[in-house]
């Protein structure tokens, strides 16, 4: 069970002002330690170790034992405690402050005991003595080239495994040599299927003696951010894992694939609520893997296959739903599943193969009991996996195959084919407020914050209701149902003055408003951290998390709220949005507002703030045509800053968003310069209005001039006096348009009405007089 980890040094603190704003984490020293040991590790990063208070794990096994400050602000020390049963592998870390929670880092949990790197070992020659079952801390630079020598007995197993870009500090790609003492190459490896640019190297020890081991990056180009975490030792280091998943809470008896020492079968119980980055370890007399194998948990019956069944009429049989579990074992080969289902069924074929880091790349066809095609598919957009949503055309057999797009094959090309009906989920994603930065949450005692999440349905509709569970004491959420035809919704969290400081991981999940529903919604949350990003800010190495991270901060100096407009914004129209800021004593800082979000169709001003010495401005909204009409409930962030950004949110406010009140028809007009015209627009009042309405005649060429008018939702028509300069601008002038003031309940509602077209033509010359003849004998 996931679990939130508080160092003994919490304490809660009652501060009139926030002194400082959220801290970063730049980096951890040493990255990882070894499970059922103390280790001591440095955070870096900006403000980190200005009153520090909690350590926050995502996953259990790790506590802080202390912390304190150290060579500077930007330096904490803690000591940290590591369970003898922690999960070894990536655990997603952040640290707490008075004032804020730090953005996502991993710390990495081994098994073996931690040694550093100890330079000069960049020769053959001379590489640096270390002992078989080790974890070997260092760093590659420029050029730099590390060598280690370790003893390995004949017919014994040496594993090597590189953890380089999964630290999540900078591109680098490590690569691995294994060799013997007159330097044969025993085993070469960089990129990997299991470990992607990480990479290991497993062999079975063919003499007893010295095997030297060689990291390097593989293009030569490292720096001091290319730390690794080299793993040395006889454990096992299988590639994959058959049937590569299976039911919860149910004995499942896997075969270990790619060892060096062969295949091996184990008997394991998967959890009944994974992790969402739960992964398998192979375990046996000499150890344990330092990387789990990815294993799908899914409440669904395995349908192993059953050689022979490359041809469709040696088929393997299974009834749905099911995951049926192949190997494609060779080049060329192809496995084949016999499934009888109804006319009409709908089913969706989930091929898992990448997924699980298998090295298939899959392709999936559907064949009638005759052997035709009916379905196929391939890869599924950026995911090589291929998935499809199948409805069975009539009662009968079908059969479907699994295939390598190159027709490649090997003994660790599993898969696994999951049909299952489609069945209600709810995809959730907490949105960024910085681009490629995960959100992490922190709300001030006795103020308010607010976050938007996105809510993308498959297969279930109507309104729902979105929100955070697992709140802290003293912290509570605001929210609305979010609407059926909508993905995005807000939601506002408040704590009180006395909520303690603290930091938790709450849940983030949906359900239908509409409790008569019965059918569960799945809810899935996904956090995804962008450790490294490469060209074009495609992403190289992610973390994902399950749950969101939420922080109660020390007060802030400001809060906002907004004066709830009391008429309707138009479409087409705008309005502006006030709202006042309450100044604690001594703070008179620049606090920068705008909208948490947009409703579609809106566009509000992104530069505005309550600048020194002032205690309100407004927040520019403009409409398009097409706006949503209903009614919005908003809110408005505001951030100042205070050695660094503070941040706080208003109360909701309603924004109604209607029709206009107003249609207008535009005839074209036609005149020269000179010439001055009426300009006649017709009117319908689709909303009554009281008293009279502003109309101005806006975007009329240079020369063009005409003054405002007056109407009453009686008008029919409103008539412009256009008075036409000598020079104006001649041309087809198409942006004319209406700009109507309706006064209601003394505030303006504002349409802009259009567009109406004038025509300007310059004015044909003067006729030429006629010469008139001479008369007769005249001289010439």
């Known amino acids: ?376 598919a391939d890869d599924n957009g950026s995911n090589p996996d291929p998935y499809l949503r199948f409805t069975i055309p009539e009662d009968g057999e079908y059969t479907a195959e699994v295939f390598d797009h190159l027709h490649s094959g090997g003994p660790t090309y599993l898969y696994r084919l999951e049909v299952t009906k489609p069945s209600p989920a709810v995809d959730l994603v907490l949105e960024e407020r910085v681009q490629y930065e995960a959100l992490e949450m922190a709300v001030p005692q006795g103020n308010r914050m607010a976050y938007m999440v996105t809510a993308n349905r498959a297969d279930v509709g109507g309104e729902m209701n979105v929100g955070f569970g697992d709140l802290p004491a003293g912290v509570s959420e605001e929210k609305f149902p979010l609407a059926a035809d909508y993905n995005r919704v807000p939601v506002l969290l408040k704590a009180t003055p006395e909520a303690a400081l603290t930091a938790v991981l709450p849940t983030v999940t949906a359900e239908l408003v509409d409790k008569a529903k019965s059918t569960p919604i799945l809810s899935r949350f996904k956090q995804q951290t962008w450790l490294i990003r490469g060209s074009n800010n495609v992403p190289v190495w992610n973390h994902w998390a399950d749950h969101a991270a939420l922080a109660v901060v020390q007060p802030i100096p400001y809060t906002l709220k907004i004066v709830e407009p009391k008429t309707p914004l138009v479409q087409s129209g705008t309005k502006e949005l006030h709202v006042v800021a309450e100044r604690k004593p001594g703070f008179d800082g620049r606090i920068a507002i705008h909208m948490l979000y947009d409703p579609p169709g809106l566009s509000s001003h992104q530069g505005i703030g309550i600048e020194p010495g002032h205690s309100e401005a407004a927040i520019p909204l403009t409409t398009a045509g097409n706006a949503w009409a209903r009614d919005w409930k908003v809110i408005v962030v505001g951030e100042a800053d205070v050695n660094g950004a503070i941040r706080a949110a208003s109360e909701f406010a309603t924004l109604k968003i209607t029709a206009p009140y107003l249609a207008m028809t535009f005839p074209p007009a036609n005149t020269e310069q000179g010439k001055d015209i009426p300009y006649k627009v017709a009117i319908e009042t689709k909303t009554p209005f009281e008293g009279s309405a502003k109309v101005e005649l806006v975007g009329l060429p240079p020369g063009v001039t005409s003054a405002p008018q007056q109407i009453t939702k009686d008008s029919k028509e409103v008539v412009f006096p256009l008075t036409v300069a000598k020079d104006a601008r001649v041309g087809h002038h198409k942006q004319l348009y209406c700009q109507v003031t309706i006064t209601e309940k003394e505030e303006p509602v504002l349409h802009t009405i259009g567009p109406g077209e004038l025509r300007i033509e310059a004015p044909l010359p003067p006729a030429q007089t006629a010469q008139q003849p001479a008369a007769p004998g005249a001289s010439s």
């Open 1 to 376: 069970m996931l679990k939130t980890i508080a160092t003994p040094l919490v304490v809660c603190l009652t501060v009139a002002v926030a002194q400082a704003a959220a801290p970063r984490l730049e980096n951890i020293q040493p990255q990882g330690g070894q499970r059922g040991k103390e280790v001591t590790v440095t955070f870096f990063g900006g403000r980190i170790a200005q009153e520090p208070q909690q350590v926050l794990f995502y996953e259990p096994g790790i506590t802080a034992k202390s912390l304190e400050r150290g060579a500077d602000d930007h330096q904490l020390k803690a000591i940290l405690t590591i369970a003898p049963d922690c999960e070894a592998g990536i655990h997603g870390v952040r640290v707490r402050t008075a004032t804020g929670l730090t953005n996502l880092r991993t710390f990495h949990v081994g098994t073996l005991p931690e040694i550093e790197e100890k330079e000069p070992n960049n020769a053959f020659e001379k590489p640096q003595q270390i002992e078989p079952g080790c974890v070997v801390n260092g760093v590659v630079t420029n050029e730099d080239v590390d060598y280690f020598v370790v003893e390995a007995k004949e017919g014994e197993r040496l594993s090597v495994e590189v953890e380089g870009l999964r630290l999540g500090r900078t591109f680098f790609d490590p690569a691995l040599t294994v060799f013997d003492e007159k330097r044969f190459e025993m085993a070469v490896a960089d990129d990997s299927t299991l470990l992607q640019q990480d990479c290991y190297a497993s062999l079975k020890v063919p003499r007893t003696g010295k095997y030297i081991i060689e990291l390097r990056e593989t293009s030569f180009q490292g720096d001091g951010n290319c730390s690794y975490r080299l793993h040395v030792g006889k454990f096992p280091r299988p590639a994959a894992a058959f049937p590569g998943g299976g039911p919860p809470g149910k004995p499942l008896e896997v075969r270990w694939l790619g060892d060096p020492l062969g295949e091996r079968a184990e008997t394991v119980t998967l959890p009944e609520k994974p992790g969402i980055n739960y992964r398998l370890a192979a375990k046996d007399d000499s150890g344990e893997a330092p990387t789990g194998v990815p294993m799908r948990v899914v409440d669904v019956q395995n349908v192993l296959e059953k050689e022979p069944n490359n041809k469709r009429e040696e088929a393997t049989k299974g009834d749905l739903p099911a995951a049926f579990c192949g190997i494609i074992g060779e080049a060329g080969d192809s496995d084949h599943f016999r499934f009888a289902a109804k006319k009409g069924e709908v089913y969706d074929f989930s091929v898992i193969a990448r997924t699980i880091r298998s090295r298939l790349d899959p392709v999936l066809y559907i064949h009638k009991a005759d052997g035709a095609v009916i379905a196929s």
